[in-house]
């Protein structure tokens, strides 16, 4: 190609020799002009600079209200005005940083509507609100004397090139911003921490930060990286249960407003993955948004829902660019409050330095009028005729005088002695001017010691700073390790699930066809065949599987619990095999042969069992031949459980006629151990945390709170726990419980020992009067107390006492008020070791029924005679108890 002119700017096209138009290079505007654009960007507008943790425009509007401050509060209107003589901007971009300063409540005390972080209101005009640098601005972002200069914009003005913040104020408010290429996330940080950290820091120890909204809710801080490019901080918000059939949201999640929490919380509700009657929003100073349920509806798997499928639940990835040196670098919120630190401890020693040579300069003069007056040297002059004169005749008087003094006299020290007024001469006192002198020599040496001990001066300097203005700033967000929730087992399952068995489709479309159960769009089905084969699928309108569909259900992912029974005849003329297995992974949309691969095998009976149950079938053999026994019953509980592989186990060789049904079973598996982790507040059965036990299906936890409120529940994956929670135990329905409390009216301690007679009610177990608390709860069968007397003014402290509470108080009804502890004052109440008891023995474990860990919190309630779609009861080989397939 040929090469033609190079063109300057847009460049203009021109044509060759040949008519043709040429193609013009626009290097220079790529070089040149984007470049100047992004580096504008970035260094000016978007990204914080690390010395004071301002952005320029947020770095002008305090140096307007600093130069605007008198005490008084300001029109914002003004301070903008103000501001525009150093920011090249217009005035809705400096309102709006002005307005984001004033909403973190820090530098800037606020007068009028700023708008409402919780609810995403904005503020009124700047016409009508106003603002004044705090006490706390004040005191940490100013120092004239040491600050920088710089020419404004237009060179009329002259602006800070950085203003002296000596307080980690970029960690403090947080920072976002995004540029050209290039963009930053600091999350804001705990004013008291920040300050420990710093201290820490000084200490030469370690410390770790961590963010902290003002939007409070809980986060998890596990990935948070230091706040380095690839870290993830996941925030949810409060949720709580208010009643059985209403949730609270009190705290929001950073980031979001109570606005955009609720519209996706409708949007969920619309798409069908939650459930709720209606949202009221009563925010005002604090956040309370009630999510009311329909009857029915679980509140814990709700608020597991709310995590999973809106807004109360968001992931923030912060992306620490700051400005060093006019260049952006990235940086750990480690490494900024280091910086930071040191950085603060270099401006104190600043100021101590210029206020130890002010404060000499102040000795010195002091000193040297001191002998002028004394010395009367100023009568010297009264001759003299010239200046030159006038000069060299007071030097010539304080030269026999000067030997204590720190430097020597300069000429400008003389003219500054002419300016003394007759007045100030006449009433020198003195000893008024020694004792000035001390003073000025006390501060000197106050100001070396601090110079020579500067680590501690900066870390008296933060603690003040703690003390002075960090009494309201404690934490907000709660740091807590999140649980993961899977989506699956929260939704709400909105859409029917239907199966046409002969023609071998499954799907949410098929309405004409057998209905199977409910569903969710995000579920997995699983699909049995009667030739043998499974299949795990996505849930959809319509899906074709195989013809001959035997058993279609919800499937559950690592589900060691679900035990699908299964006969199966081995091809054609082969043998017949039993088998048990579960079903944990798969491949999804993948055909697995159950029964061998050969063809024509063919399932002769089969069974899905979510709790392990295995029943007792009896097998009938055609007549051929000589056969002897053409019937006998097979007992699964004989049949170990392996995997989807396996063969199995021979029955018989010869022909199966049919397959019945004789007797239920009961699960063969163990009663399932349940564990609670306190990091997270939720049950596992992964080992983590305390081990509560071990539970049937008739198995309950007891919860009692420090309210005192008491309840008894079927344990449940999904359950949700209160932080004031105090005693949860497997309950034992012949121990009874001892509670000791204090009663608001008669302003005593009680005793009630009692058993939980209704399991399904949750109830007090102290008095309404809202002076009373729950002390002392005691699950043990001889439980044993220790009471604490006060000391009496004048006398010998009591003697403790210790109280057997199993003959102090009989068993009771749970509503009886109980008897009293002592009329005497008491300290304390302290726990000892429970008396010994030899519990009774208990049932063998096998001998006892297990729920499903997914329908755990399900009560068990007798089953039911199964249907068919036409609503008649089938007989003892309907499918879902066992089912011969000819």
């Given at each position: 190609?040929?090469?033609?002119?190079?063109?300057n700017?847009?460049g203009q096209?021109?044509?060759?020799?040949?008519g043709?138009?040429?193609l013009?290079?626009?290097?220079?505007?790529?070089?040149?002009?984007?470049?100047?654009y992004?580096s504008?960007?970035?260094?000016?507008?978007?990204v914080?600079a690390?010395?004071?943790?301002?952005?320029?425009?947020?770095?002008?509007i305090m140096?307007?209200l600093?130069?605007?401050?008198?005490?008084?509060?300001?029109?914002v209107?003004?301070v903008?005005g103000?501001?525009m003589?150093?920011?090249?901007?217009g005035?809705?971009?400096?309102?709006?940083?002005?307005?984001?300063?004033?909403?973190?409540?820090?530098?800037?005390?606020?007068?009028?509507?700023?708008?409402?972080?919780?609810?995403g209101d904005?503020?009124?005009a700047?016409?009508y609100?106003e603002?004044?640098?705090?006490?706390?601005?004040?005191?940490?972002v100013?120092?004239?004397?040491?600050?920088?200069?710089?020419l404004?914009?237009d060179?009329?003005?002259?602006?800070?090139?950085n203003?002296?913040?000596?307080f980690?104020?970029?960690?403090?408010?947080?920072?976002?911003?995004?540029?050209?290429?290039?963009s930053?996330?600091?999350?804001?940080?705990?004013?008291?921490e920040l300050?420990d950290?710093?201290?820490?820091?000084l200490e030469?120890?370690?410390?770790?930060?961590?963010?902290?909204?003002?939007t409070?809710?809980?986060?998890?801080?596990?990935n948070?990286?230091?706040?380095?490019?690839?870290?993830?901080?996941?925030?949810?918000?409060?949720?709580?249960?208010?009643?059985?059939?209403?949730?609270?949201?009190?705290?929001?999640?950073?980031?979001?407003n109570?606005?955009?929490?609720i519209?996706?919380?409708?949007?969920a509700?619309?798409k069908?993955?939650?459930k709720?009657?209606?949202i009221?929003?009563?925010?005002?100073?604090?956040?309370?948004?009630?999510?009311?349920?329909?009857?029915?509806?679980?509140?814990?798997?709700?608020?597991?829902?709310?995590?999973?499928?809106?807004?109360?639940?968001?992931?923030?990835?912060?992306l620490?660019?700051i400005?060093e040196?006019?260049?952006?670098?990235?940086?750990?919120v480690?490494?900024?409050?280091?910086?930071?630190?040191?950085?603060?401890?270099?401006m104190?020693?600043?100021?101590?330095?210029?206020?130890?040579s002010?404060?000499?300069?102040?000795w010195?003069?002091?000193?040297?009028?001191?002998?002028?007056?004394?010395q009367r040297?100023?009568?010297?002059?009264e001759?003299?005729?010239?200046w030159e004169?006038?000069?060299e005749a007071?030097?010539?008087?304080?030269?026999?005088?000067?030997?204590n003094?720190?430097?020597?006299v300069?000429?400008?020290?003389?003219?500054?002695l002419?300016?003394?007024?007759?007045?100030?001469?006449s009433?020198?006192?003195l000893?008024?001017?020694?004792?000035?002198?001390?003073?000025?020599?006390?501060?000197i040496?106050?100001?070396?010691?601090?110079l020579a001990?500067?680590?501690?001066y900066a870390?008296?300097?933060?603690?003040d700073l703690?003390?002075?203005?960090?009494?309201?700033r404690?934490r907000?967000?709660?740091?807590?390790?999140f649980?993961?929730?899977?989506?699956?087992?929260?939704v709400?399952r909105?859409?029917?699930?239907?199966?046409n068995?002969?023609?071998?489709?499954?799907?949410?479309?098929?309405?004409?066809?057998?209905?199977v159960?409910?569903?969710?769009?995000?579920?997995?089905?699983?699909?049995?065949?009667?030739s043998?084969?499974?299949?795990?699928?996505?849930v959809?309108?319509?899906?074709f599987?195989?013809?001959g569909?035997i058993?279609?259900?919800?499937?559950?992912?690592?589900?060691?619990?679900?035990?699908?029974?299964?006969?199966?005849?081995?091809?054609?003329?082969?043998?017949?095999?039993?088998?048990?297995?579960?079903?944990?992974?798969i491949?999804r949309?993948?055909?697995?042969?159950?029964?061998?691969?050969?063809?024509?095998?063919?399932?002769?009976?089969?069974t899905a069992?979510?709790?392990?149950e295995?029943e007792v079938?009896?097998?009938?053999?055609?007549?051929?031949?000589?056969?002897?026994?053409?019937?006998?019953?097979?007992?699964?509980?004989?049949?170990?459980?392996?995997?989807?592989?396996?063969?199995?186990n021979?029955?018989?060789?010869?022909?199966?006629k049919?397959?019945?049904?004789?007797?239920?079973g009961?699960s063969?598996?163990?009663?399932r151990?349940?564990?609670?982790?306190d990091?997270?507040?939720?049950?596992?059965?992964d080992?983590?945390?305390?081990?509560?036990?071990?539970?049937?299906?008739?198995d309950?936890?007891?919860?009692?709170?420090q309210k005192?409120?008491?309840?008894?529940?079927?344990?449940?994956l999904?359950?949700?726990f209160?932080?004031?929670?105090?005693?949860?135990e497997?309950?034992?329905?012949?121990?009874p419980?001892?509670?000791?409390y204090?009663?608001?009216?008669?302003?005593?301690f009680?005793?009630?020992?009692?058993q939980?007679?209704?399991?399904?009610?949750?109830?007090?177990?102290?008095?309404?009067h809202?002076k009373s608390y729950?002390?002392?709860?005691?699950?043990?069968?001889?439980p044993?107390?220790?009471?604490v007397?006060?000391?009496?003014r004048g006398q010998?402290?009591?003697?403790?006492?210790?109280?057997?509470?199993?003959?102090?108080?009989s068993?009771?009804?749970?509503s009886?008020m109980?008897?009293?502890?002592?009329k005497?004052?008491?300290?304390?109440?302290?726990?000892?070791?429970?008396?010994?008891?030899?519990?009774?023995?208990?049932?063998?474990?096998?001998?006892?029924e297990?729920v499903?860990?997914?329908?755990?919190?399900?009560?068990?309630?007798?089953?039911?005679?199964a249907?068919?779609?036409?609503g008649?009861?089938?007989?003892?080989?309907?499918?879902?108890?066992?089912?011969?397939?000819?």
């Amino acid at each position: 190609m040929e090469e033609h002119e190079e063109v300057n700017g847009a460049g203009q096209e021109s044509p060759d020799e040949q008519g043709q138009e040429a193609l013009t290079r626009v290097t220079g505007m790529y070089k040149d002009w984007f470049l100047d654009y992004a580096s504008y960007v970035i260094l000016e507008r978007a990204v914080p600079a690390i010395e004071d943790g301002f952005k320029p425009v947020q770095r002008r509007i305090m140096h307007a209200l600093k130069e605007m401050d008198d005490g008084r509060y300001n029109k914002v209107a003004n301070v903008v005005g103000h501001t525009m003589q150093y920011h090249p901007h217009g005035d809705a971009s400096i309102a709006d940083a002005m307005v984001q300063l004033g909403q973190k409540e820090l530098l800037i005390d606020t007068q009028g509507n700023w708008g409402n972080i919780l609810t995403g209101d904005g503020a009124a005009a700047p016409r009508y609100i106003e603002a004044r640098l705090s006490k706390f601005g004040l005191e940490v972002v100013f120092s004239p004397k040491i600050t920088e200069w710089q020419l404004s914009y237009d060179g009329r003005k002259k602006e800070p090139v950085n203003l002296p913040v000596k307080f980690p104020l970029l960690l403090a408010q947080g920072a976002e911003g995004i540029a050209v290429g290039l963009s930053t996330k600091i999350l804001p940080h705990n004013f008291n921490e920040l300050i420990d950290a710093s201290v820490r820091h000084l200490e030469g120890k370690r410390f770790t930060l961590y963010p902290d909204f003002p939007t409070g809710g809980i986060i998890d801080v596990t990935n948070y990286n230091d706040g380095l490019r690839g870290g993830k901080v996941r925030t949810r918000a409060r949720i709580s249960q208010k009643d059985k059939n209403t949730l609270i949201i009190t705290e929001i999640p950073y980031g979001t407003n109570t606005s955009s929490l609720i519209d996706s919380i409708l949007k969920a509700n619309d798409k069908g993955k939650i459930k709720i009657k209606r949202i009221e929003d009563n925010t005002a100073a604090e956040v309370e948004i009630l999510v009311h349920l329909p009857p029915g509806i679980s509140p814990d798997k709700t608020i597991d829902a709310l995590y999973a499928f809106t807004a109360c639940e968001t992931s923030i990835s912060p992306l620490g660019c700051i400005i060093e040196d006019n260049k952006p670098i990235f940086m750990g919120v480690s490494e900024m409050l280091t910086r930071s630190t040191d950085h603060t401890v270099e401006m104190l020693r600043a100021e101590l330095e210029i206020q130890l040579s002010e404060l000499e300069e102040q000795w010195h003069f002091a000193s040297l009028e001191r002998i002028f007056i004394e010395q009367r040297i100023y009568r010297d002059i009264e001759e003299e005729e010239t200046w030159e004169g006038v000069l060299e005749a007071i030097d010539k008087g304080l030269k026999p005088h000067t030997k204590n003094l720190k430097r020597e006299v300069t000429r400008e020290d003389i003219t500054r002695l002419t300016e003394i007024r007759i007045k100030r001469i006449s009433r020198f006192d003195l000893d008024k001017a020694q004792e000035h002198l001390d003073q000025l020599e006390s501060r000197i040496a106050e100001t070396k010691h601090h110079l020579a001990h500067l680590t501690e001066y900066a870390i008296t300097y933060f603690k003040d700073l703690k003390a002075k203005y960090g009494k309201d700033r404690g934490r907000k967000s709660e740091i807590r390790v999140f649980d993961d929730i899977e989506a699956t087992k929260v939704v709400i399952r909105n859409t029917k699930l239907y199966v046409n068995r002969e023609e071998g489709f499954v799907g949410t479309s098929l309405r004409k066809d057998e209905y199977v159960t409910d569903c969710s769009d995000i579920d997995d089905i699983i699909v049995f065949t009667q030739s043998g084969q499974m299949m795990v699928t996505k849930v959809d309108s319509k899906i074709f599987v195989g013809k001959g569909i035997i058993h279609v259900a919800v499937f559950k992912k690592k589900d060691k619990r679900t035990i699908y029974n299964m006969v199966y005849k081995e091809g054609r003329g082969g043998a017949t095999y039993v088998k048990r297995f579960n079903v944990t992974s798969i491949t999804r949309d993948k055909l697995y042969d159950l029964a061998g691969d050969k063809a024509s095998s063919q399932i002769l009976y089969f069974t899905a069992n979510p709790n392990g149950e295995a029943e007792v079938v009896t097998i009938h053999l055609r007549q051929v031949g000589s056969i002897k026994k053409l019937k006998w019953d097979l007992d699964f509980a004989d049949v170990l459980i392996k995997g989807r592989n396996a063969k199995g186990n021979i029955v018989t060789k010869y022909a199966v006629k049919r397959i019945e049904l004789k007797e239920k079973g009961l699960s063969t598996l163990k009663p399932r151990k349940i564990w609670f982790d306190d990091t997270v507040l939720r049950l596992n059965v992964d080992e983590r945390g305390e081990l509560l036990g071990e539970f049937t299906s008739e198995d309950r936890l007891l919860i009692i709170s420090q309210k005192g409120i008491l309840k008894t529940v079927i344990p449940d994956l999904n359950m949700h726990f209160n932080e004031d929670m105090i005693v949860l135990e497997k309950w034992n329905p012949a121990k009874p419980i001892t509670a000791i409390y204090w009663e608001g009216e008669r302003e005593l301690f009680y005793v009630k020992r009692f058993q939980v007679d209704n399991p399904d009610r949750e109830e007090t177990i102290i008095t309404e009067h809202p002076k009373s608390y729950l002390e002392r709860v005691f699950t043990d069968y001889r439980p044993m107390a220790e009471v604490v007397f006060a000391k009496k003014r004048g006398q010998e402290r009591k003697p403790n006492l210790q109280v057997n509470l199993e003959e102090f108080i009989s068993v009771k009804g749970i509503s009886a008020m109980g008897n009293q502890l002592t009329k005497e004052k008491v300290l304390e109440i302290n726990a000892m070791d429970p008396l010994p008891y030899e519990e009774p023995k208990k049932m063998e474990a096998a001998e006892m029924e297990v729920v499903d860990e997914e329908d755990v919190g399900a009560a068990p309630q007798p089953e039911p005679p199964a249907r068919n779609s036409k609503g008649k009861t089938p007989g003892k080989a309907d499918e879902n108890q066992g089912k011969l397939f000819d």
